[in-house]
């Protein structure tokens, strides 16, 4: 069996107010709130998923929020920006926008071969909107921005390493990603086609501080793989290269395995089935809190904890 990566699957990342997270992702960015869940690790907390119509591995942002904890620290050891990917033309739409919003945007920079605008949500999380022509998606077509110019979902990451090379052998010896590109410290790589959604950028900061996981910062990221068959075999390969993997952990919305790759950020290989339509139907996501089966029974205490929400106008509606 070959064993494939087939891109990004999720992003997960730490927000604070959760109605902040929620207005900034669906009201501003336009992103499908596609479930509302919690962190099964730690029921108290919210867990909540944006992405297009369907929640499709490659288009799925998530976060945990903790109100009232404090911001972490960007630095080597994370994944420190994600960028979504734009039509080539709707760089001017998208500065027009963030601009009413009062949100300040650096840019657009050139990198590489695309126009990168850059800009940080209301966090700390630092975001880019790469402009590219190369994106087949359409992103989510029924929310606040028109459908021409709707994220199409991710382009690409960052990952700010410390010993840069140990974590590119892992990508191109072991998870089978190629480099494509690089300029001064950055190093792009690709995995599958190469398209928008399976490119990681290695930013090499020997010097630079190590990250702390908290507000504002990304937890981790969640590589796509196909089915349990090959996530098994994934399993086997990298415990055979002696990285400490977890058991198969039963997310809902996929399968996962975590590992800690060697400049420190955490890795997750997540499977692209069974996907978020296993609780609810197309035209209903995002709109009712979602348990998995064992944490149901404690659905009273749990709602008890969390605190309540505003849901966006897309979600209301249906
Ligand atoms: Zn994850």
Not at 40 to 54: I, K
Not at 190 to 197: F, L, Q, R, Y
Request: proline fraction near 7%.
């Amino acid at each position: 069996m070959e064993l494939r990566i087939l891109g990004i699957h999720h992003v997960t990342a730490i927000a604070g107010n959760p109605q902040q997270n929620i207005d900034f992702y669906t009201g501003l960015l336009g992103l499908r709130l596609i479930k509302v869940t919690v962190n099964f690790d730690d029921p108290g907390t919210y867990h909540f998923y944006f992405g297009d119509d369907m929640g499709r591995p490659g288009t799925i942002m998530t976060f945990f929020p903790w109100p009232g904890a404090p911001r972490g620290r960007r630095g080597t050891g994370q994944v420190t920006t994600v960028a979504f990917s734009i039509s080539g033309e709707s760089l001017s739409f998208w500065e027009e926008r963030l601009r009413a919003a009062g949100i300040a945007a650096a840019g657009p920079v050139a990198r590489f071969k695309e126009q990168v605008l850059s800009f940080f949500d209301p966090d700390g999380l630092q975001l880019e909107l790469v402009a590219n022509k190369d994106d087949r998606r359409s992103g989510w077509a029924e929310g606040p921005v028109p459908a021409e110019h709707a994220i199409r979902g991710f382009y690409g990451v960052t990952m700010s390493i410390a010993g840069y090379e140990r974590s590119a052998s892992l990508l191109t010896e072991i998870l089978g990603f190629r480099k494509v590109a690089e300029s001064d410290s950055c190093f792009r790589y690709a995995v599958g086609e190469g398209s928008p959604g399976s490119l990681v950028d290695i930013l090499s900061l020997p010097e630079a501080p190590r990250g702390q996981v908290s507000v504002g910062t990304i937890h981790h990221i969640a590589w796509r793989t196909a089915n349990d068959e090959q996530q098994l075999g994934w399993r086997e390969k990298l415990v055979d290269q002696g990285y400490n993997v977890t058991p198969v952990q039963d997310r809902q919305y996929f399968h996962s395995i975590y590992f800690r790759e060697p400049g420190g950020v955490l890795f997750e290989i997540a499977t692209d089935s069974p996907g978020f339509t296993v609780d609810e139907s197309p035209e209903q996501l995002g709109t009712g809190l979602k348990l998995p089966a064992w944490l149901e029974r404690q659905r009273q205490q749990i709602e008890r904890v969390l605190p309540p929400l505003r849901m966006p106008a897309s979600a209301r509606e249906r």
